[in-house]
């Protein structure tokens, strides 16, 4: 494939942590060939036996996992989600980029990465080298979620009365310093809250002893208990 190049394999001047050989690479389910992959601290790179291959920055790894579903792939290997297309899908996305909306621009290329080791019983090392490399290359998005723009309560400066103290006022007060506008929405909250209250005695049709003294005036009630078991055979959704 075209983005198969030759380069030297990182050392331990890069941190090598993890050199495997007899490991095939699988590009999107196609065979790159068996070569040999190199787990290092600046890169995860893999070269063939012609010095052929290819590298992989930390920042665009999305996912590494060890996968052991022999129904997903027919072999335990190092799984690994890259964003970014690689062969002959980046020559193909180019063109179908050019002819797309932009409201496609946030939908980002994968790619998928299946790394076979010849012994299998190496996985857990590749995978435990793979962490470490990574941890070294944090997301910076994720670092930027960790700043707080605001401002910071300096309680020090105001306990030593060197910062702005916050005003605040009584009912009253606060009264007073309402406009118009806001002195007439605060009766009209008054007076939804004031009937609110005066109907919690009929809600869901429920009758206490407090609304059954309200219809007691001019009014014939009943106030024979409802029969046990009435509503036994109702279909209830629960």
Same mark, same amino acid.
């Given at each position: 494939?075209?983005?198969?190049?030759? /380069?030297?394999?990182? $050392?331990?001047?890069?941190?090598?942590?993890?050199?495997?050989?007899?490991?095939?690479?699988?590009?999107?389910?196609? $065979?790159?060939?068996?070569?040999?992959?190199?787990?290092?601290?600046?890169?995860?790179?893999?070269?063939? $036996?012609?010095?052929? $291959? /290819?590298?992989?920055?930390?920042?665009?790894?999305?996912?590494?996992?060890?996968?052991?579903?022999?129904?997903?792939?027919?072999?335990?290997?190092?799984?690994?989600?890259?964003?970014?297309?690689?062969?002959?899908?980046?020559?193909?996305?180019?063109?179908?980029?050019?002819?797309?909306?932009?409201?496609?621009?946030?939908?980002?290329?994968?790619?998928?990465?299946?790394?076979?080791?010849?012994?299998?019983?190496?996985?857990?090392?590749?995978?435990?080298?793979?962490?470490?490399?990574?941890?070294?290359?944090?997301?910076?998005?994720?670092?930027?979620?960790?700043?707080?723009?605001?401002?910071?309560?300096?309680?020090?400066?105001?306990?030593?009365?060197?910062?702005?103290?916050?005003? /605040?006022?009584?009912?009253?007060?606060?009264?007073?310093?309402?406009?118009?506008?806001?002195?007439?929405?605060?009766?009209?909250?008054?007076?939804?809250?004031?009937?609110?209250?005066?109907?919690?005695?009929?809600?869901?049709?429920?009758?206490?002893?407090?609304?059954?003294?309200?219809?007691?005036?001019?009014?014939?009630?009943?106030?024979?208990?409802?029969?046990?078991?009435?509503?036994?055979?109702?279909?209830?959704?629960?």
């Amino acid at each position: 494939m075209s983005f198969l190049k030759s /380069f030297p394999p990182p $050392g331990s001047a890069e941190g090598l942590r993890q050199q495997q050989p007899e490991t095939e690479a699988v590009l999107n389910g196609k $065979g790159l060939g068996t070569g040999t992959l190199y787990i290092a601290e600046s890169r995860l790179s893999w070269l063939d $036996g012609s010095g052929l $291959g /290819f590298s992989l920055e930390y920042p665009t790894i999305s996912l590494h996992a060890v996968s052991r579903d022999l129904n997903a792939y027919p072999r335990e290997h190092l799984y690994v989600m890259v964003n970014a297309k690689f062969g002959e899908e980046s020559k193909e996305s180019v063109a179908e980029e050019e002819e797309e909306d932009d409201s496609d621009d946030d939908v980002e290329p994968i790619a998928e990465f299946r790394f076979v080791p010849n012994d299998k019983s190496a996985l857990e090392a590749m995978f435990t080298a793979m962490c470490e490399c990574q941890a070294l290359h944090p997301d910076p998005e994720d670092e930027d979620s960790d700043d707080y723009d605001g401002e910071e309560y300096d309680v020090e400066a105001h306990e030593q009365g060197q910062g702005d103290i916050p005003t /605040f006022y009584t009912y009253e007060e606060g009264l007073s310093h309402l406009t118009a506008e806001g002195q007439a929405t605060l009766e009209r909250l008054e007076g939804m809250l004031s009937q609110s209250v005066s109907s919690q005695y009929n809600m869901a049709g429920v009758r206490t002893e407090d609304s059954i003294r309200d219809y007691e005036d001019g009014m014939e009630v009943d106030t024979t208990p409802t029969v046990a078991g009435q509503f036994e055979d109702a279909d209830v959704d629960h």
